[in-house]
């Protein structure tokens, strides 16, 4: 079996895949490779932004609303005892 899909990732960077197999209950060896779909009509790719799962993470902590502490100031007690 041979699939070639096309999809798009989501806002945190990650692809989701679904490949229908045929047989239920049965044990596959999966192969995957990951690459950037080619340019259509010379349009220019967006670039990757590191930041950005570092960024959806954060965001994601904010809307739990739990409040961290400044690790700094528990660092400096913990040095001074």
Do not use: C
């Not at 960024?55 to 409040?67: D, Q, S, V, W, Y």
């Amino acid at each position: 079996m041979s699939y070639v899909l096309t999809s798009t990732s989501d806002a945190e960077g990650k692809l989701h895949l679904e490949i229908p197999v045929s047989q239920p209950d049965l044990e596959f060896e999966v192969e995957v490779s990951v690459r950037p779909k080619p340019a259509v009509n010379g349009a220019v790719t967006k670039p990757i932004d590191p930041w950005a799962r570092i960024n959806a993470f954060r965001e994601r902590l904010a809307a739990t609303g739990i409040k961290f502490s400044d690790s700094v100031d528990l660092i400096r007690e913990d040095r001074d005892r």
